[in-house]
């Protein structure tokens, strides 16, 4: 992977980190990589998911909701996956466990124009 793609995935695990942080989820832990979630969370009801964050031109979610139940799938825990929509900074289709299929945006300021 080169760094323009590493980059690109550090800005998009940045911009779920602030959605999740305004949704009420409490992040314990970022990692990288596609063996392990993107990051470890927990939500607004107190129960632990494994993050999966995407920042993909071609959101591919059958495939991302695999990876992102079998990540969660080994930690014993739910699954979110975020998939960032392209050229929409700040906004994400989420789904996992405990989350419904839906559009979730960011009210950060620097994302306020997008």
Not at 18 to 24: I, V
Request: one cysteine or more; glycine letters at 10%; charged letters at 25%.
């Amino acid at each position: 992977m080169g760094r323009s793609q590493r980059d690109k995935g550090r800005r998009g695990q940045r911009e779920a980190l602030d959605l999740l942080a305004e949704h009420g989820y409490t992040v314990a832990e970022t990692n990288a990589g596609t063996a392990v979630e993107d990051m470890f969370a927990v939500d607004p009801q107190g129960r632990p998911v494994a993050v999966e964050v995407k920042h993909c031109a071609a959101i591919r979610l059958a495939a991302f909701r695999v990876q992102a139940r079998e990540q969660a799938r080994r930690r014993g825990c739910g699954w979110l996956l975020l998939c960032r929509l392209p050229g929409h900074p700040g906004v994400f289709l989420a789904e996992g466990s405990n989350v419904p299929p839906r559009v979730m945006r960011s009210n950060v300021a620097r994302f306020a124009g997008a």
